[in-house]
């Protein structure tokens, strides 16, 4: 069964940094491209930031310089590092993977909530 844990949200003032971790089981990990996702409330998610299984990585024009996507495959786990946060990047946070052969990511944990006061 494959199975997304998010974690490392929580609250922190504008210009601050989190660290967010989803440990992936249940998948052949090298396999699946991986993204991070983010919905704000009376929004419609959005896509953050995105690394494929063999490397390239993007990211949404909001976060550009300021978060950094990367993954440890010998602990399947993806990472995303936030820093200068601003109130806009409030948020329910979730990871997602997809193989690297669909178009669509189709495995999305459970989510982890970042809230940036100003």
């Known amino acids: 069964q494959v199975q997304l844990v998010e974690s490392g949200g929580g609250s922190v003032q504008a210009g601050g940094s989190l660290r967010l971790s989803c440990a992936a089981s249940g998948v052949t990990y090298s396999l699946y491209d991986m993204g991070w996702f983010r919905q704000a409330p009376g929004k419609e998610r959005e896509g953050v930031a995105f690394?494929?299984?063999?490397?390239?990585?993007s990211y949404a024009d909001s976060v550009k310089g300021r978060f950094t996507i990367s993954r440890d495959s010998s602990k399947n786990t993806l990472y995303l590092q936030m820093n200068s946060l601003k109130p806009e990047d409030t948020a329910m946070y979730y990871c997602?993977?997809?193989?690297?052969?669909?178009?669509?990511?189709?495995?999305w944990g459970q989510g982890t909530q970042v809230t940036v006061s100003s």
């Open positions: 997602a993977a997809r193989p690297r052969w669909f178009a669509t990511y189709n495995v």
């Open positions: 690394i494929d299984s063999d490397g390239p990585i």
